[in-house]
């Protein structure tokens, strides 16, 4: 049974930056698709950032530039390194690891931006 693990978020000032981790277990990890996805309060979960195991990286309009997902297959864990942080990235933070068929979720993280 795949379990993710994500310690880590917080609260951080507007401009400042954060690192998430997500450790992932009971698998093969550098076989899944893994993600960050994120849900404000009122909104819909959305995707922020996906990587494949071969490193290959997609990201949404709103973060491309600022955010940057990356994964080590060795330590079986990926990141997501949040700079220049803006009050709208305040949401419950979520990592998921996507195999056809199969999607398992972490138990989110808040993160915070507010000065």
């Known amino acids: 049974q795949v379990q993710l693990v994500e310690p880590g978020g917080g609260l951080v000032q507007p401009g400042g930056s954060l690192r998430l981790s997500c450790a992932f277990s009971?698998?093969?990890?550098?076989?899944?698709?893994m993600g960050w996805y994120r849900q404000a309060p009122g909104k819909q979960r959305e995707l922020v950032a996906v990587?494949?195991?071969?490193?290959?990286?997609n990201y949404a309009d709103s973060v491309k530039g600022r955010f940057t997902i990356s994964r080590d297959n060795a330590k079986n864990t990926v990141y997501l390194q949040m700079n220049s942080l803006k009050h709208e990235d305040t949401a419950v933070y979520y990592c998921?690891?996507?195999?056809?068929?199969?999607?398992?979720w972490g138990q989110g993280t808040q993160v915070t931006v507010s000065s």
């Open positions: 998921k690891a996507d195999l056809v068929g199969h999607n398992y």
């Open positions: 009971g698998s093969i990890f550098s076989i899944y698709v």
């Open positions: 990587i494949t195991g071969g490193g290959t990286t």
